[in-house]
């Protein structure tokens, strides 16, 4: 899992997830086996979010490390991984 931080973002939607990873490089993100610059798009899975503005399906990123070949979810500090209660409501 990475998380990623970004100065007043909250998600509300797919829209919101979506121009967050267009901002992100990738060739920036860093594996827990401690390389960087070794990230790329794996694919995709759906996830139910839930928050004071109303529950949505999200399609997150997943991304696999080309050194050591483990997958991470690409999720926004927003949200509280294995949850789908986002971080402000909980």
């Known amino acids: 899992m990475i998380t990623v931080s970004a100065e007043n973002f909250n998600v509300k939607s797919q829209k919101d997830y979506d121009s967050m990873l267009c901002s992100l490089q990738f060739h920036r993100l860093k594996c827990k086996c401690g390389h960087s ?16 503005f109303g529950a949505f399906r999200m399609r ?19 949200l509280v991984p294995y949850s789908q209660i986002d971080f402000e409501d909980q």
């Open 37 to 52: 610059g070794c990230m790329t798009v794996h694919g995709y899975y759906s996830r139910t979010v839930r928050s004071s």
């Open 60 to 78: 997150v990123c997943r991304v696999i490390c080309s050194e050591c070949g483990r997958t991470h979810a690409i999720l926004p500090a927003s």
